[in-house]
């Protein structure tokens, strides 16, 4: 039987956690075994990629997130999402 | 009418308002946010998260729609670096009478700054820049029109 390739799921960054990150978008190499994780629990995971991601993700109070371009908590599933995006509280206007 | 966009170049206040004017109301009331020259601040840089900021301003422009009887809505934001005293925002709105158009605008300018992906970049003379932090009295602005 073959399983259905998952879909992909990228990550995009702005702001000052972009800069810390030192990239701008990344795609998640293990999209179909992060499916079921919250945000804030990928994060966790995804911290230790590099000391740019640990100190991005070090204080997630400081973090918000958009899931298919949709203003989400960091409690939120990722599920079917295809774009999560994880950044500062915005300051437009 | 309904005009939202999201531009690196300036735009010109009267003539955007000039077109809300050509409606058929009797009022027409304006926003504009300016760059102020804070501490010594010589640009402002302004990112957005391209897509998600389209439809985050149309779904603020279809909310005050919704909510007030409008005969146009003009929804302009700036990205990119500007300098003080530029205009980064305008918000324009048209109505028949002046409760529906102030309230509309006020309503769009709160919500804005709370609801759509933006993000300010302050660089100063001296050399240093940085981040602008979001501000609380910005969600409890934004938090009045919740009802």
């Given at each position: 039987?073959?399983?259905?390739?998952?879909?992909?799921?990228?990550?995009?960054?702005?702001?000052?956690?972009?800069?810390?990150?030192?990239?701008?978008?990344?795609?998640?190499?293990?999209?179909?075994?992060v499916r079921g994780l919250t945000i804030a629990a990928l994060?966790?995971?995804?911290?230790?990629?590099?000391?740019?991601?640990?100190?991005?993700?070090?204080?997630?109070?400081?973090?918000?997130?958009?899931r298919?371009?949709?203003?989400v908590s960091l409690d939120t599933i990722i599920g079917d999402a295809?774009?999560l995006?994880?950044?500062?509280?915005?300051?437009?206007? | 009418?309904?005009?939202?966009?999201?531009?690196?170049?300036?735009?010109?206040?009267?003539?955007?308002?000039?077109?809300?004017?050509?409606?058929?109301?009797?009022?027409?009331?304006?926003?504009?946010?300016?760059?102020?020259?804070?501490?010594?601040?010589?640009?402002?840089?302004?990112?957005?998260?391209?897509?998600?900021?389209?439809?985050?301003?149309?779904?603020?422009?279809?909310?005050?729609?919704?909510?007030?009887?409008?005969?146009?809505?003009?929804?302009?934001?700036?990205?990119?670096?500007?300098?003080?005293?530029?205009?980064?925002?305008?918000?324009?709105?048209?109505?028949?009478?002046?409760?529906?158009?102030?309230?509309?605008?006020?309503?769009?300018?709160?919500?804005?700054?709370?609801?759509?992906?933006?993000?300010?970049?302050?660089?100063?003379?001296?050399?240093?820049?940085?981040?602008?932090?979001?501000?609380?009295?910005?969600?409890?602005?934004?938090?009045?029109?919740?009802?």
């Amino acid at each position: 039987m073959i399983t259905p390739a998952s879909p992909p799921l990228s990550i995009l960054y702005f702001a000052w956690v972009a800069e810390q990150i030192g990239c701008r978008q990344e795609q998640c190499a293990a999209a179909d075994e992060v499916r079921g994780l919250t945000i804030a629990a990928l994060l966790e995971r995804h911290a230790k990629t590099s000391p740019g991601h640990t100190a991005a993700f070090a204080r997630p109070d400081r973090l918000r997130a958009a899931r298919d371009q949709i203003f989400v908590s960091l409690d939120t599933i990722i599920g079917d999402a295809r774009e999560l995006a994880i950044f500062p509280p915005v300051t437009g206007g | 009418m309904r005009d939202v966009r999201i531009q690196t170049d300036a735009f010109d206040t009267g003539a955007e308002l000039a077109r809300l004017e050509n409606l058929p109301g009797g009022a027409v009331a304006s926003f504009t946010g300016l760059v102020r020259d804070d501490n010594g601040l010589i640009e402002l840089e302004l990112e957005h998260y391209p897509g998600m900021t389209e439809s985050a301003l149309a779904d603020l422009a279809d909310a005050a729609c919704a909510r007030w009887p409008l005969l146009g809505v003009v929804l302009i934001h700036r990205v990119g670096p500007m300098h003080p005293g530029d205009r980064i925002v305008l918000v324009g709105t048209a109505s028949k009478h002046r409760t529906a158009a102030l309230e509309a605008c006020a309503f769009l300018i709160d919500r804005l700054k709370t609801d759509a992906p933006f993000w300010k970049r302050e660089r100063f003379a001296n050399g240093q820049s940085g981040w602008v932090e979001a501000k609380e009295k910005d969600d409890q602005a934004a938090a009045r029109w919740d009802k």
